[in-house]
């Protein structure tokens, strides 16, 4: 598989991933729509929103079946390249 050769993951696996953005910005329904349009299984009722201390800053976290690292990189382009998107891990 060729993904072995890039990755230390072994898809398919569970994947934590969180984007950050202002906490008065509707970030949470976009990270849900790219979400679903690179992983259509996921379940955006496991998705998790966190206020910063301060609350200007909103932390989305969602888990989904990671396919591969392909499928990966393309929802991070994604979630990086949107507006609403300060910060992607």
């Known amino acids: 598989m060729a993904d072995s050769d ?3 993951l072994q898809f398919p ?7 950050m953005g202002a ?5 949470e329904a976009a990270v ?5 349009r690179h992983a259509p299984d996921f ?3 496991t998705l998790t929103v966190r ?4 609350g200007k800053w909103l932390a989305v976290t969602a888990h989904i079946r990671a396919e591969s690292k392909a499928q ?5 382009q994604e ?3 949107h507006e609403l998107v300060v910060y992607a891990l």
């Open 32 to 36: 849900v729509e790219i979400l679903r």
């Open 79 to 81: 979630l990086t390249d």
């Open 13 to 19: 696996c569970s994947f934590p991933i969180k984007a």
């Open 51 to 54: 206020a910063s201390s301060g």
């Open 72 to 76: 990966l990189d393309a929802i991070y």
């Open 43 to 45: 379940d955006a009722t």
């Open 6 to 8: 890039e990755t230390l």
């Open 23 to 27: 906490a008065d910005s509707a970030i």
